[in-house]
């Protein structure tokens, strides 16, 4: 008769009792530093987002802002050429109704350009109002960042010293810096 006989090594001893005791402080540690890198990621993303908004905005802003200064120098350019038709109508009486005529033209021309300048300055500081809401959360995500990094350190530090206040000291953080996260898009 055949009889089984199981062979146990000591890495298997201290296994089964560290199952028994529970989960062991270095992998509630790791579980919670993934967690929290996880969270860190997703909240560097947003920030990045956010900043990328904000310079898509304000890049607008600039362009537009620039068009409004090329339009009101082309509306200056047809005021001075109106000006100067309406003196060379009072200068040449002989040439009085072409250069009337290019005086009306000029002005008709300049209420446009002015229109289109307005409209530019409108859409300018549109965007940069835009700019500055997108940017709003960001200083509260780069805060809620840095809030989790620090967790992380302190709960690896934890792992390595096995004092367990510092995991306290890391949770701590970590709820600072979800809050925060939070905190940002509300």
Known sequence: ??????????????????????????????????????????????????????????????????????????????????????????????????????AAKYAAES????AQAEAFDRKSEEADAESRHALRPHIKLAVSVTSLQIAIALASITALTRRRWLLWGAGLFALVGAGLGILAWL
């Open 1 to 102: 008769m055949e009889e089984d006989f199981e062979v146990r090594g000591a890495h298997e001893e201290a296994l089964e009792h560290a199952a028994e005791k529970g989960i062991p402080l270095g992998q509630k540690v790791a579980l919670f530093s993934a967690v929290l890198a996880t969270l860190g990621a997703m909240v560097s993303f947003l920030g990045g987002h956010t900043q990328n908004d904000a310079l898509y905005y304000k890049n607008e802003a600039v362009l537009m802002k620039a068009r409004a200064s090329d339009t009101w120098a082309f509306y200056q350019a047809e005021g001075i050429k109106r000006h100067l038709a309406e003196q060379g109508a009072i200068m040449m009486p002989t040439a009085s109704a072409k250069f009337r005529a290019d």
């Open 111 to 114: 209420q446009s350009l002015r």
